[in-house]
């Protein structure tokens, strides 16, 4: 199985800052990652797919990029409502497996 | 609108069986693949089993593979998940999700590039 680790499991930020969020896979997936939200008592939200693609309706200032192994979700100019926790998810092959995810906190 | 309402969920014994519901709606349900993610409480996301638009591929997590199965009803718009044995450790909220229309197939076997509609989720509570 493919097994993806998230980092930081949590970091501290301010409003208006910008926060990087790491996922690396145990294998190549090629660029088959997907970044979702997650609020507390909420199913997860689909953020990126396809490693940097914005799904429809998602603000500009989520972005993700990489490929192979290593991948980043960006979030710049954070606000208030993005304090909340990430999941990082390989597509590439079953069993789809997710990363431990980061929390992001005030 | 898109929708996913699960359903089926509550308390069971360790052993016993329970089959959890996905009603779809707002989408042409027979076009995409679903899927079963769970989440224990306090816990990250965990795959739990997919299934093809046309039913004819399943695939479930080793964890529970030989004790779940999902399956789906394409005339009733619904999704199954049909959980037998059960153990405290499946104790989790438990969400059905889509296929992302884009997706990639590689080596006869196509998968969804994410899961972009999901529902709200049921809680499983397996407990003596």
């Known amino acids: 199985d493919i097994q993806m680790t998230q980092s930081p499991s949590s970091v501290s930020a301010s409003i208006g800052d910008r926060v990087t969020i790491t996922c690396r896979a145990s294998?190549?997936?090629?660029?088959?990652l997907a970044w979702y939200q997650q609020k507390p008592g909420k199913a997860p939200k689909l953020l990126i797919y396809?490693?940097?693609s914005l799904q429809s309706g998602v603000p500009s200032r989520f972005s993700g990029s990489g490929s192979g192994t290593d991948f980043t979700l960006t979030i710049s100019n954070l606000q208030p409502e993005d304090f909340t926790t990430y999941y990082c998810?390989?597509?590439?092959?079953?069993?789809?497996?997710f990363g431990g995810g980061t929390k992001v906190e005030i | 609108q898109v929708q996913l309402v699960e359903s089926g969920g509550g308390v069971v014994q360790p052993g016993r069986s329970l089959r959890l519901s996905c009603a779809a709606s707002?989408?042409?349900?027979?076009?995409?693949?679903m899927h079963w993610v769970r989440q224990a409480p306090g816990k990250g996301l965990e795959w739990v089993a997919s299934?093809?638009?046309?039913?004819?591929?399943?695939y479930h997590a080793d964890s529970v593979k030989g004790r779940f199965t999902i399956s789906r009803d394409n005339s009733k718009n619904t999704l199954y998940l049909e959980m037998n044995s059960l153990k405290p450790e499946d104790t989790a909220v438990y969400y059905c999700?889509?296929?992302?229309?884009?997706?990639?197939?590689?080596?006869?076997?196509?998968?969804?590039?994410?899961?972009?509609?999901w529902g709200q989720g049921t809680m499983v509570t397996v407990s003596s």
């Open positions: 396809a490693a940097s």
């Open positions: 299934i093809s638009y046309e039913r004819s591929d399943e």
């Open positions: 998810q390989q597509a590439d092959s079953f069993p789809f497996t």
């Open positions: 999700a889509k296929d992302l229309p884009s997706r990639h197939c590689s080596n006869g076997v196509c998968y969804p590039d994410a899961f972009d509609i």
């Open positions: 294998q190549d997936i090629r660029s088959f």
């Open positions: 707002g989408f042409f349900f027979s076009s995409y693949g």
